[in-house]
């Protein structure tokens, strides 16, 4: 994975003065891909007047209306938080280590898809989300992310501010995935069976599908469905699964379905027999 495969998304920002200051941790650690989550429009001209000379992350910057529109694309998506809690996630890295990990995962090499205009990157491996300055990331919003990472303070004084916050994990990313070697000059040709894994959409399909499936088996007589679909979804993002190791999990749970429903039909074949 490449610095160019991350991407940085800002949910419910509300201070233009932070995002420029992101905009600057950024590029001071070679990452240049952000998004927002905001439903008003942010003061650009103190927004510039903080990112100085990094006004150029904001001007490509993305903007959307929901977490769950700006990680579509994204095959692994990282919540950050402090807080911990029944409904916060269990499975936590530091930046340090989360970096490390993430620069064993694959890359957009093999994503890529035809266009009109020729060969364009399809899927974006890893975002890292930080939530609003004052309130982090909600219940709701971690909820949508496949693992939680978490930067170790001072208890005496645990909030962080949100630039400073990013300003570590770019710091932490530079110097686990920066060395490698960004390809600026041509976009390398797919090789067939290289390692590309599932985006969030391919993921929650499957997901969808193989709860689907237990369904009709009489899995969830009791309550439990909506947690084991969140416990799937991200296990199955951590693990990278590609299109095909997805579609033959996929048909494992359906042909278990099978074997399950003519099972049931010879048994009942059995009871009118005796």
């Known amino acids: 994975m490449l610095l160019s495969d991350i991407v940085i998304i800002l949910c419910r920002v509300s201070e233009p003065g932070n995002v420029g200051a992101v905009c600057r941790a950024m590029k001071n650690m070679g990452l240049s891909r952000l998004r927002l989550v905001i439903q ?42 402090r807080r911990r809690g029944r409904r916060r996630k269990s499975v936590t890295m530091d930046p340090r280590t989360l970096a490390a990990w993430l620069r064993d995962r694959p890359g957009t090499v093999g994503t890529l898809e035809t266009s009109p205009g020729g060969l364009i990157e399809s899927t974006v491996p890893a975002a890292i989300v930080f939530g609003n300055e004052r309130t982090g990331l909600e219940d709701s919003e971690l909820d949508l992310c496949n693992i939680a990472s978490h930067i170790p303070v001072s208890d005496k004084f645990p909030s962080l501010n949100l630039s400073h916050a990013v300003q570590i994990y770019a710091y932490e990313l ?92 010879e048994s009942g074949i059995r009871e009118l027999d005796l």
């Open 40 to 81: 008003e429009p942010l003061d650009e001209n103190l927004l510039r007047v903080r990112a100085i000379h990094a006004a150029d992350i904001w001007e490509q910057a993305e903007v959307f209306d929901t977490l769950a529109g700006a990680a579509a694309d994204c095959t692994l998506i990282v919540g950050t938080t």
């Open 174 to 265: 530079l110097l686990a995935i920066g060395q490698q070697k960004e390809n600026t000059t041509s976009v390398p040709e797919p090789v067939k069976g290289e390692w590309v894994a599932m985006n969030r959409t391919a993921v929650e399909t499957l997901v969808t599908s193989i709860t689907n499936t237990l369904a009709d088996l009489g899995f969830y007589k009791n309550p439990g469905r909506e947690e084991q679909y969140r416990f799937l979804r991200d296990m199955i993002s951590r693990a990278g699964l590609t299109e095909r190791e997805g579609k033959y999990l996929k048909d494992i749970f359906a042909k278990a379905a099978r074997l399950g429903s003519l099972n049931n039909q």
